[in-house]
């Protein structure tokens, strides 16, 4: 299988279903640290629902709508990144991440999105990649800003969340504005 590395210790990789045991013992290790931001951390519970979510993905994948990413650091899953959506008519796509909290503060999830940007709007050619987050995360919106997002507004109780409706910020970068890897350093 294929992987990007994000650091001498860190990579990029797809999940497949296949890897519906390792994904569901991840859930199961963060579910706690990962409850509070996503839906599936509460219904992913055992290696069937997992298989079921990666499934999804791998579907969406082969209607070029979707794709989903771990990242592994020294071998070890502990986060994550998607394509929530991707529409290549459209031009537009939504970025997802998650990251295991003894994997934070390497700047694995900010690495890891770039390359995403990068394939998104380097290669196939999208316009707008968007970032959508609750108000509360300011760990998200940290991120949003370091990948040179602007934040576009607020969504009002746009996202059903844990018998709440709660208000969603998007960000989001154009094609206009991105810098290629290259042009970073």
């Given at each position: 299988?294929?992987?990007?590395?994000?650091?001498?210790?860190?990579?990029?990789?797809p999940l497949?279903?296949?890897?519906?045991?390792?994904?569901?013992?991840?859930?199961?290790r963060t579910r706690t640290h990962l409850a509070p931001w996503l839906p599936w951390a509460h219904t992913v519970?055992?290696?069937?629902?997992?298989?079921?979510f990666l499934q999804r993905?791998?579907?969406?994948?082969?209607?070029?709508?979707?794709?989903?990413?771990?990242?592994?650091l020294d071998?070890?899953?502990?986060?994550?990144?998607?394509?929530r959506t991707f529409d290549p008519t459209a031009g537009v796509c939504e970025i997802g991440v998650w990251l295991a909290p003894e994997a934070e503060g390497h700047g694995l999830v900010t690495r890891a999105a770039q390359r995403m940007i990068d394939w998104a709007l380097g290669e196939r050619g999208l316009a707008r990649v968007e970032w959508r987050t609750v108000p509360h995360n300011a760990r998200s919106q940290a991120v949003?800003?370091?990948?040179?997002m602007t934040r576009d507004g607020v969504l009002r109780a746009a996202f059903p969340f844990l018998g709440e409706r709660l208000d969603i910020?998007?960000?989001?970068?154009?094609?206009?504005?991105?810098?290629?890897?290259?042009?970073?350093?």
């Amino acid at each position: 299988m294929f992987s990007l590395p994000l650091t001498d210790r860190a990579a990029l990789h797809p999940l497949a279903p296949w890897q519906a045991a390792e994904f569901a013992d991840f859930v199961a290790r963060t579910r706690t640290h990962l409850a509070p931001w996503l839906p599936w951390a509460h219904t992913v519970t055992d290696t069937d629902t997992a298989r079921a979510f990666l499934q999804r993905y791998a579907d969406a994948q082969a209607r070029d709508a979707g794709f989903i990413y771990g990242i592994r650091l020294d071998g070890t899953l502990v986060g994550g990144t998607l394509f929530r959506t991707f529409d290549p008519t459209a031009g537009v796509c939504e970025i997802g991440v998650w990251l295991a909290p003894e994997a934070e503060g390497h700047g694995l999830v900010t690495r890891a999105a770039q390359r995403m940007i990068d394939w998104a709007l380097g290669e196939r050619g999208l316009a707008r990649v968007e970032w959508r987050t609750v108000p509360h995360n300011a760990r998200s919106q940290a991120v949003a800003r370091r990948l040179g997002m602007t934040r576009d507004g607020v969504l009002r109780a746009a996202f059903p969340f844990l018998g709440e409706r709660l208000d969603i910020e998007v960000w989001s970068l154009l094609a206009t504005e991105w810098r290629p890897a290259g042009a970073r350093e």
